[in-house]
């Protein structure tokens, strides 16, 4: 069974930016389905954005037109690069796929 380790996590003010990655311990080809999804202290886990084998992508409402999600199944990797930080993107973030989730990285946008 695959496994995921994220990272790219950290500090970073409003306005900036941050990549996140997700390394797979296996080859992700067969993974139809790869998820990026996100839980803020107090909250639900919510998903943040998709991405299938052909590349599709589906995002969260309150994500559109600053987070971008890809993935490089050569690699093994999904990524996801979240641009105009706000504060409320304050959450530890997670990948999945398949009911297999990472540990998670801690992203906080604070001045």
């Known amino acids: 069974q695959v496994q995921f380790v994220e990272s790219g996590g950290g500090l970073v003010q409003p306005g900036g930016s941050l990549r996140l990655t997700c390394a797979a311990s296996g080859s992700i080809f067969g993974l139809y389905f790869v998820g990026w999804y996100r839980q803020a202290p107090g909250k639900q886990r919510e998903l943040v954005a998709t991405?299938?084998?052909?590349?599709?992508?589906n995002y969260a409402d309150s994500v559109k037109g600053r987070f971008t999600i890809s993935r490089d199944n050569a690699e093994n990797t999904v990524y996801l690069q979240m641009n105009n930080l706000k504060p409320e993107d304050t959450a530890v973030y997670y990948c999945s796929s398949d009911g297999t989730w990472g540990q998670g990285t801690q992203v906080t946008v604070s001045s």
């Open positions: 991405i299938t084998t052909r590349g599709s992508t």
